[in-house]
Each structure stands twice: as C-alpha cells, then as structure tokens.
T-cell receptor, first 113, second 112 residues
Framework: KNQVEQSPQSLIILEGKNCTLQ??????????LRWYKQDTGRGPVSLTI?????NTKSNGRYTATLDADTKQSSLHITASQLSDSASYIC????????????FGAGTQVVVTP | DVKVTQSSRYLVKRTGEKVFLECVQD?????MFWYRQDPGLGLRLIYF???????EKGDIPEGYSVSREKKERFSLILESASTNQTSMYLC???????????FGPGTRLTVL
C-alpha cells in the first residue's frame, strides 16, 4: 500500500473555478512535503515545499496546507486556467541521510473552457 | 536553470533486447536518480547514485542496472527487456542536502 495517498484520482473543472486536491500520508519521520506539477509529456516540477512546522504556503494561485498532526496536506488552485491542466503529485521527503522521496500517485486535473 | 536531458522521448524495443537510457544534467549535481512511473502507482525509485562510480539500489532494482562514469551522466540499462518494463522512465538530479529533485522530460519505453 502506498504510504502517500492522493484524492481524487482525477477531476474536471471549468476554467475560472477553484479546486482542492488532497494528500494523506503515513510515512514518518519526514522533513518536508512538496507538491509537484507534471504537464503531459514532461517531468515533474516543484510547486511548493513545506516543513512539518509550516501550515500554509502559497505560490501564485496555488496554496498548499499541511496538518502534521493528522498527516494531511491539500493543494488549492484558485481561479483555474487552462494551463493548470496537469497531474499534481504530493511528495513526502523522508528524514534520512539523503532525503528519500515518497511519491503519491497524483491527481489528474483537466480544466475545460 | 537546471537542465536534465534524456536521450530519447519515445523508445520501442523487443523482448530480450538490451536497452540503454541516458541522462545528462548540466548543474554539477552530486546525486542522480532513475525512476519509473506507472499509472496509479506514482514514481518508484529504481537506482540512485551519489558520486561517480557509486550506485545504490532503490525500491525496484530487479531487472535493471546503472552506470555512472562521469558526474553529469547516469545511464539506466535493461539487460534483457521484458514487457513488464514498459513504462515511463524519469531521471532526476540534485545536490547533497538539496531535497528538491530536478527531473528530465522522461522516456516512454514500450517493450513488445
């Protein structure tokens, strides 16, 4: 069983609307959590990084939250644009010598006009 | 900007063939990684390297080997390709202590 679970698996939203993606993790101890965006046919690119002591972090229209007690994170996309169509991957960085990454399976977001 | 390049975007091979996937990074990073990405499973680590000629097994090393003869280049080798190795292969790199990994565009390998 994957130690990083994301939901929903996919969603379709209208351009201009907001959406929230969820990430639940069981892996520990961890040093920080990242959200990556992966466009079709490209490698993942980091959107945000949060340490276990941070509750929220924004990057433009993307806002990530983290509750280290319940081991949940969310990524909120505000006023979605067509370019937001991508897979969003939650990644937990383990506290070990080299920072091993534990990946979620991703949420596929499709923004329609 | 960090640039990680992979030798092929798409590759089609036959069962039993030897397959080489090449990855090059231009930022003098110490660490390099090979992942495979399959629907519903997320990225899984095959091998990584923290220095030239050094390699460590990841979570799913079976059926793969790697080579790092130069700091900027990390190769993934499938000695005898099988159909269950059909997948997207992603290379990444970072510096020691740098948790962000920078990814290449991926190679979609199909084994017939």
């Amino acid at each position: 069983k994957n130690q990083v679970e994301q939901s929903p698996q996919s969603l379709i939203i209208l351009e201009g609307k907001n959406c929230t993606l969820q990430c639940n993790y069981t892996v520990s101890p961890f040093s920080n959590l990242r959200w990556y965006k992966q466009d079709t046919g490209r490698g993942p690119v980091s959107l945000t990084i949060m340490t276990f002591s941070e509750n929220t972090k924004s990057n433009g229209r993307y806002t990530a939250t983290l509750d280290a007690d319940t081991k949940q994170s969310s990524l909120h996309i505000t006023a979605s644009q067509l370019s937001d169509s991508a897979s969003y991957i939650c990644v937990v960085i383990l506290t070990d010598s080299w920072g091993k990454l534990q990946f979620g399976a991703g949420t596929q977001v499709v923004v329609t006009p | 900007d960090v640039k990680v390049t992979q030798s092929s975007r798409y590759l089609v091979k036959r069962t039993g063939e030897k397959v080489f996937l090449e990855c090059v990074q231009d930022m003098d990073h110490e660490n390099m990684f090979w992942y495979r990405q399959d629907p519903g499973l997320g990225l899984r680590l095959i091998y990584f390297s923290y220095d030239v000629k050094m390699k460590e097994k990841g979570d799913i090393p079976e059926g793969y080997s790697v080579s790092r003869e130069k700091k900027e280049r990390f190769s993934l080798i499938l000695e005898s390709a099988s159909t269950n190795q059909t997948s997207m292969y992603l290379c990444a790199s970072n510096n020691n202590g740098g948790h962000e990994q920078f990814f290449g565009p991926g190679t979609r390998l199909t084994v017939l």
